[in-house]
T-cell receptor
Framework: QKEVEQDPGPLSVPEGAIVSLNCTYSNSAFQYFMWYRQYSRKGPELLMYTYSSGNKEDGRFTAQVDKSSKYISLFIRDSQPSDSATYLCAMNRDDKIIFGKGTRLHILP | DAMVIQNPRYQVTQFGKPVTLSCSQTLNHNVMYWYQQKSSQAPKLLFHYYDKDFNNEADTPDNFQSRRPNTSFCFLDIRSPGLGDAAMYLC????????????FGPGTRLTVL
C-alpha cells in the first residue's frame, strides 16, 4: 500500500459546482496535511495546510482532515474555470513531504 | 516580489551530455530542495540543503549531483542524462524545517534526445 493515495481523475464539473477532492494515507505519523495547486507547466503552489483533525476554511476552499479514518479532503465552493488545475495532497514525514499523484480538475464554463 | 526562479524553463540535451539546472531565491530561506516530477506522477525529492548541509535521498541516482554555493543559489547537475531522466525538475525553498510551507519555482522541463 502506498503511503498516500489520490485518484488521478480527471474530474470534470460545471462552473459553480462544489468540488470534492480526496486523499487517503496509511502512516499515522503524518503531522501536517497540505494541498497544493499546480497549473500546467508550472510549479506547485501551496493552497492550505492543516495540523489537526477538523476543518479549515480559506475563502472558497475548505480543507478537512479525519485522522481516525486517515482521510483528507479539499472542498472548492463556487468553482471557477480558473480553478482548473491539478491538485496535489501532501503530508510530512521525517521533515520531508510525501505527495499524492494529484487529481486533474476541469471546471466546465 | 520575493520568489523562486528557475533557469532555463526548458532544457534540451543529448543522451549522455551533462546538463546543469539552476535555481535562485529571493526569499532568504535556509532550506532548498530539488524534486523530479514525471508526467502524472508525484514530485519525488532528490535532495535538499539545510543551509550548507547536504541531504541526499537514499534512492537518488549517483548521476544526480547538487551544489549550493550561497544562500540564494542552488544547482542540479545531471552528469550523464539518460532517456529516463526526462522530467520536470522543481526547486523549492522553505524558511526552516517547517516543511509544511515550501515555495516552489516554475520548474525546468528537461528533454533528453
Amino acid at each position: 500500500q502506498k503511503e498516500v493515495e489520490q485518484d488521478p481523475g480527471p474530474l470534470s464539473v460545471p462552473e459553480g459546482a462544489i468540488v470534492s477532492l480526496n486523499c487517503t494515507y496509511s502512516n499515522s505519523a503524518f503531522q501536517y496535511f497540505m494541498w497544493y495547486r499546480q497549473y500546467s507547466r508550472k510549479g506547485p503552489e501551496l493552497l492550505m495546510y492543516t495540523y489537526s483533525s477538523g476543518n479549515k476554511e480559506d475563502g472558497r476552499f475548505t480543507a478537512q482532515v479525519d485522522k481516525s479514518s486517515k482521510y483528507i479532503s479539499l472542498f472548492i465552493r463556487d468553482s471557477q474555470p480558473s480553478d482548473s488545475a491539478t491538485y496535489l495532497c501532501a503530508m510530512n514525514r521525517d521533515d520531508k513531504i510525501i505527495f499524492g499523484k494529484g487529481t486533474r480538475l476541469h471546471i466546465l464554463p | 516580489d520575493a520568489m523562486v526562479i528557475q533557469n532555463p524553463r526548458y532544457q534540451v540535451t543529448q543522451f549522455g551530455k551533462p546538463v546543469t539546472l539552476s535555481c535562485s531565491q529571493t526569499l532568504n530561506h535556509n532550506v532548498m530542495y530539488w524534486y523530479q516530477q514525471k508526467s502524472s506522477q508525484a514530485p519525488k525529492l532528490l535532495f535538499h540543503y539545510y543551509d550548507k548541509d547536504f541531504n541526499n535521498e537514499a534512492d537518488t541516482p549517483d548521476n544526480f549531483q547538487s551544489r549550493r554555493p550561497n544562500t540564494s543559489f542552488c544547482f542540479l547537475d545531471i552528469r550523464s542524462p539518460g532517456l529516463g531522466d526526462a522530467a520536470m525538475y522543481l526547486c523549492a525553498t522553505s524558511r526552516d524545517s517547517r516543511v509544511n510551507e515550501q515555495f516552489f519555482g516554475p520548474g525546468t522541463r528537461l528533454t533528453v534526445l
